[in-house]
């Protein structure tokens, strides 16, 4: 092997040695059931499986989320997909938040969006099934309907 080929992988092994004192931000804040989403059994655990390691405070972070550079992509989508929708936070949305939430939920499960196909080539089991999407979409429906009729039975704040 050639002296600059030998030179050119011990400096890549360093770097990577190196780069893996960087840390990441892998913490999952405690979540305050007063905020949290509750929906029907059927529906959490199909959420739990598909949704929860990106969109809630309950991140499962698995050893290679702390491997860098995977580890630092890895953080960052996830609090990218926090940022968007966190379970963990549902009730701290208004209801008007909630129902285009619920809405955008139907559409991204029912196009196949979501989960992102990359996270689904590591977790098999988040794959939705055509039942999981319909017990999904039934309850974003519901869900919807019943944030509405509240909304219709309480009467506007009163003007000054």
């Not at 400096?11 to 990441?24: A, E, K, S």
């Not at 959490?44 to 698995?62: F, G, K, M, V």
Request: hydrophobic share 40%; charged share 20%; glycine share 2%.
């Amino acid at each position: 092997m050639r002296k600059w080929a030998k030179r050119l992988l011990w400096l890549i092994l360093i770097v990577f040695v190196g780069i893996q004192f960087v840390p990441i931000d892998g913490r999952s804040p405690v979540v305050d059931p007063k905020a949290a989403l509750h929906p029907p059994p059927e529906v959490e655990t199909i959420l739990r499986a598909s949704c929860y390691d990106c969109h809630s405070d309950e991140t499962r972070w698995p050893w290679y989320t702390y491997v860098a550079p995977v580890s630092w992509w890895l953080a960052s989508h996830v609090h990218e997909g926090r940022e968007n929708l966190n379970f963990s936070k549902w009730n701290e949305m208004t209801a008007n938040k909630q129902a285009d939430t619920l809405s955008d939920i139907a559409d991204q499960v029912s196009t196949g969006a979501m989960p992102l196909p990359l996270y689904l080539t590591v977790h098999r089991r988040a794959r939705l099934t055509p039942e999981q999407v319909r017990t999904l979409t039934d309850w974003t429906d519901a869900a919807m309907k019943q944030i509405e009729a509240h909304s219709a039975a309480t009467p506007p704040p009163a003007t000054p």
